[in-house]
């Protein structure tokens, strides 16, 4: 019995991004001597649209091309969803600290410096490649986990008294005994917090066993170590191997650094967050930053925002049951704006409640209300 025919796995693809066509034949030659596939391209424009395409494992990209520099190379493919996983290292003759510093910031995983060495070349693409598998493999494995996890809600939401240095108040009524509305804080640092607010698509007990999934996850992915950017795109490439057709959530996650004020605010598709300063005087802020929800898209792509919080503000995070009472979405976001605001002389434990008061009181609802206040 003949056995069936299965086509032969490709090696890796290694996209070499260089002016010199002697630097890029030496590198093909160098990889292709070990079995990696190359392809390249000479210029801006060529390798931009050539990684497109070809989607590669991995680029080697010199610093200084003739028409532009690798680092804007790199920053445009690390703002691309679809080749922001690249693992880039970058290839020049200039040794600086401060050149190779740029590299790491703009992205960058490695730097090689001219004249190259083919066993170093080598060695740093075999590495850097393992390491893109075994993130690869992470994601399909925290996918089988959450798979796992999510047949029923059992972990518990933090309460704000088991986690005073969070400084948070939050009011949670789902219509379901157990709903699609979630909220999770998590420590990431030393007087660094994360705060999520997420909202299942569907508001019945299927939708609240996905929320048990997003929670996993943002446990395993929230850390100093990724950037409240990371997180959301690890949580999306994973929610995206097992969510079943038409489940998403939109989620806001935010990072909020008490020492310094430093606030970073991921947006997937949610409410805006709304910000009070201690100030009294100064105008209530809404930080608005459109994306896409996650779990749906794996090139999704999220409102990001930079902000500082002064000691006494307040930022208040919530779910689209608060701001939708009334049917009317920028109605309701005005009309939270305003309701936080004239709470602002209120202790954060009296003033979630009475703003829910007064968002939508006590009648019974078809939507899950969420509402999270954090002070710094």
Not at 96 to 109: A, I, L, N, Q
């Amino acid at each position: 019995m003949t056995q069936p025919e299965t086509e032969p796995k490709l090696s890796p693809l290694i996209f070499i991004i260089d002016d010199d066509m002697t630097t890029v034949r030496m590198l093909s030659a160098i990889l292709k001597r070990v079995g990696f596939r190359t392809a390249n391209a000479g210029d801006v424009a060529g390798a931009l649209k050539g990684i497109c395409v070809k989607r590669p494992d991995l680029v080697l990209l010199d610093v200084n091309l003739a028409d532009g520099s690798g680092f804007d190379v790199c920053i445009s493919l690390q703002s691309n969803p679809s080749t922001s996983l690249i693992p880039i290292i970058f290839i020049s003759a200039d040794g600086d600290t401060s050149t190779k510093v740029r590299g790491f910031e703009v992205g960058g995983v490695d730097y090689i410096t001219k004249p190259i060495a083919g066993a170093e070349v080598i060695a740093r693409v075999r590495n850097h490649l393992r390491l893109k598998q075994a993130y690869e493999r992470l994601s399909e494995l925290q996918a089988e986990r959450v798979q796992r996890l999510a047949s029923a809600q059992k972990q518990l939401m933090p309460q704000p008294e088991d986690f005073p240095e969070a400084r948070f108040q939050v009011f949670l009524k789902q219509v379901l005994t157990a709903g699609g509305d979630f909220y999770d804080v998590i420590s990431a640092g030393d007087g660094i917090v994360d705060y999520l607010v997420a909202d299942a698509s569907g508001h019945d007990l299927a939708a609240s066993y996905w929320t048990a999934a997003l929670k996993a996850l943002a446990a395993e992915y929230a850390n100093s170590i990724n950037r409240p950017s990371d997180v959301v795109r690890g949580i999306n490439a994973s929610l995206c191997r097992f969510l079943p057709s038409g489940a998403f959530f939109t989620l806001i996650y935010i990072r909020l650094n008490h020492h310094t004020g430093q606030l970073s605010m991921i947006n997937a598709g949610h409410p805006p967050a709304i910000i009070v300063r201690a100030d009294r005087t100064a105008p209530v802020l809404v930080l608005q930053a459109e994306g896409d929800v996650v779990g749906a898209f794996p090139d999704a792509i999220f409102g990001t925002m930079e902000f500082t919080l002064n000691p006494g503000d307040r930022i208040y995070l919530c779910s689209d049951g608060v701001i939708e009472a009334d049917g009317i979405n920028e109605r309701g976001i005005a009309r939270l704006a305003d309701a936080c605001s004239s709470r602002s002389t209120l202790p954060l434990h009296l003033a979630v409640p009475a703003i829910i008061e007064e968002m939508v009181g006590s009648a019974p609802t078809q939507d899950d209300t969420l509402l999270m206040g954090v002070e710094r």
